[in-house]
């Protein structure tokens, strides 16, 4: 029953991660390799704002989320905006770029000591029993109910909103959407901005869970494969890619081997690219466009 | 090898000449200066810089495998590091388990950083950009942990000491002796690379990187090219690997992080895609890097003060060179330098004349 609830919460934190992945990958083809990095900035930026607003926790975890966004929008505008024309190559390796640029300045500016949001906001963290015997922390709970929302949040969004049916155009056809009069830029600087507000979303959740340094950055690549399991272009699909991927650290981890935390996620997300390169749910032209 | 013409003129009256790779008598005096220039560096330079020196040649020999891979058959790879990796690893396990002698290990790595390329290369059969890049993470993290796991399994859990290599009664050791034998290796590499390029093996490559499709249309074997171009890749980048734990005499998986991946990808983009020169500019570059900037910090804020922010501004200015380079100069260090070139061979006029004159 516990490792039931701890594939639950790894699979709620790699889903939340994931899908920002999803967001831009759908929406611009850019695979965005500091969203680690992004994710972590996160928990960083509520650090300060904790400090802000002492009293108000929920109001310094609105102002970190907000900055994310803003980050996320400004990373867009700043820096992928110039790489759009170019070879999908050179835009992967500007977020890389963008990803050690980043660890860099975090680590200037914050120190690569380990920090506890949880202290600077008061908020404790306590461990609930579930029916059946497992225990899962407040924390924990609050990811599991946070990743759900989201999903929720972002199904409605690119279903039924102006904005998100806008975004699903220009990932299907970025020439036919503009020419549909969609502002391509702002639909990609959406994108971004939302990917970095949830991944921001997870971090600032793991590092209330569990402290906050460098190591953080490993969890987002982890995530990475969960992505591509569920197929890169598709929400459902990192739902699924996560429950897998989180499912297969967990019970080998619990088996096993401890040390094979790091490699499960990419165990798996070879296998697949073995058998089925697009994933479960991805489109499969993208791979064969010449 | 660009194939512009580098003298102002097409003089070649044989088929011999076309074979030459130095043409002019001004690359002949230059390379000749630029020979004698290496021949004494070593009796001139300090311990410290013969170190440099040494780090850049074993560094070149990487960007230039990967130069091949990347530059030329257009096959993304980010899991150089595990290649590296690999190398050390046979070596280093070859000698604690078997007592295995130097010219056993560094053939042995180079065969199973071969293997290894082969398994790399699979996935590139069917996968294309993005995706190949993904499988070739994945690999590096899978080979990291292999080596993690020897290193654990068996008691090494700080990393293999390697004793220096002997060639029978000579034993490599010191910088200068190591100097002489990493620039033997990184010439041998870049002279045999040059000359694949310029056989069919090298323009099926680029063709295969203009375009997959066209390239099979005109009679490319494109599955074969491809994974012959990881081999050949993965094996010198082993070997590398293998030169690198016996220089240090210490092989542990702590240095081959992912980073050490970027950080070849990134002598490739900064250096210039497409170019052997780039991949030693960027070598050079890239491995130089960190020592100019902690000499930056030292100048900057006197004292042992910048000593814990060392690493921070390095990562920090490593990735903001990186993303001007990608922004303002795609070409690279060889773009500057053609640039340069072009401005003296055309001056004083400014532009290329329209028609291109006949090759």
Request: glycine share 10%; proline share 3%.
């Amino acid at each position: 029953m516990q490792l039931a609830v701890n594939i639950l919460v790894l699979a709620a934190i790699y889903a939340l991660i994931a899908c920002g992945y999803v967001l831009v990958y759908r929406v611009s083809r850019v695979m965005n390799l500091a969203h680690g990095e992004l994710m972590m900035l996160g928990p960083y930026l509520l650090l300060v704002t904790a400090a802000q607003f002492q009293s108000h926790w929920l109001l310094a975890i609105a102002a970190a989320v907000s900055l994310s966004l803003l980050t996320g929008v400004l990373v867009y505008v700043l820096l992928m905006r110039k790489m759009t024309g170019e070879m999908v190559l050179a835009a992967v390796l500007t977020t890389l770029a963008l990803g050690i640029l980043l660890r860099g300045v975090m680590v200037l500016v914050w120190s690569a000591q380990q920090q506890y949001p949880a202290s600077a906001l008061s908020v404790v963290n306590f461990a609930m029993a579930l029916p059946g015997g497992a225990r899962i922390s407040l924390i924990s709970a609050l990811l599991v109910l946070t990743t759900a929302l989201v999903y929720g949040g972002l199904f409605a969004f690119l279903r039924c909103s102006r904005w998100g049916i806008r975004m699903r155009a220009a990932g299907q056809n970025p020439l036919l959407a503009a020419q549909r009069g969609i502002n391509l830029h702002a639909v990609y600087a959406l994108a971004w901005g939302l990917s970095t507000l949830t991944a921001a979303l997870a971090g600032i959740l793991i590092a209330l869970d569990s402290g906050l340094d460098q190591t953080m950055a490993i969890i987002g690549l982890k995530a990475f494969p969960a992505a591509l399991v569920g197929g890169l272009d598709s929400l459902v699909g990192a739902l699924l890619g996560s429950l897998i991927v989180a499912a297969a650290e967990v019970l080998l981890i619990h088996y096993v081997d401890p040390l094979l935390s790091e490699v499960v996620p990419f165990l798996v997300l070879i296998a697949m690219l073995v058998v089925r390169p697009w994933g479960l749910f991805g489109t499969r032209e993208e791979l064969d466009r010449v | 090898m660009s194939r512009r013409p580098r003298a102002s003129g097409y003089f070649r009256t044989g088929y011999g000449q076309d074979l030459s790779l130095v043409e002019t008598r001004t690359e002949r005096w230059s390379l000749t200066g630029l020979l004698i220039v290496l021949l004494a560096f070593p009796f001139l330079a300090s311990p410290f810089l013969l170190d440099l020196a040494n780090q850049v040649l074993l560094a070149s020999i990487g960007a230039i495998a990967l130069m091949l891979l990347t530059g030329y058959a257009g096959q993304i790879s980010l899991g150089h590091a595990g290649l590296l990796a690999a190398g050390a690893f046979t070596a280093g396990i070859l000698y604690k388990e078997l007592n295995a002698p130097f010219w056993v290990t560094l053939p042995a790595a180079a065969v199973v950083g071969a293997l290894l390329g082969l398994v790399f290369g699979l996935p590139s059969l069917r996968l294309r950009g993005l995706y190949l890049a993904v499988s070739t993470l994945a690999l590096h993290f899978v080979v990291v942990y292999c080596g993690g796991e020897y290193e654990a399994k068996r008691g090494f859990s700080t990393g293999i000491m390697i004793d220096a290599p002997t060639l029978g009664a000579w034993t490599i050791a010191g910088g200068r002796t190591w100097y002489f034998v990493l620039g033997v290796a990184a010439v041998a590499t870049l002279y045999v690379c040059v000359n694949l390029l310029r056989s069919g093996t090298g323009r099926a490559w680029v063709a295969l990187r203009a375009n997959e499709t066209v390239a099979g249309a005109l009679g490319i074997g494109v599955a074969a090219h491809k994974l012959l171009a990881f081999v050949i890749s993965s094996a010198l980048t082993a070997a590398a690997g293998a030169l690198f734990a016996y220089y240090r005499g210490f092989v542990s998986v702590e240095v081959f992080s992912l980073f050490l991946s970027i950080q070849y990808v990134a002598m490739i983009i900064i250096g210039g895609i497409g170019s052997m020169l780039g991949a030693i500019l960027g070598a050079v570059f890239v491995t130089l890097f960190p020592y100019g900037i902690e000499a930056g910090l030292r100048a900057l804020t006197g004292t042992q003060r910048y000593a814990g922010m060392l690493f921070a501004v390095n990562y920090a200015a490593f990735g903001a060179v990186m993303i001007l380079v990608l922004v303002l100069e795609p070409l690279g260090l060889v773009g500057i330098w053609r640039r340069i070139q072009t401005y003296f061979l055309l001056w004083p006029f400014k532009h290329r004349p329209m028609a291109r004159p006949h090759r």
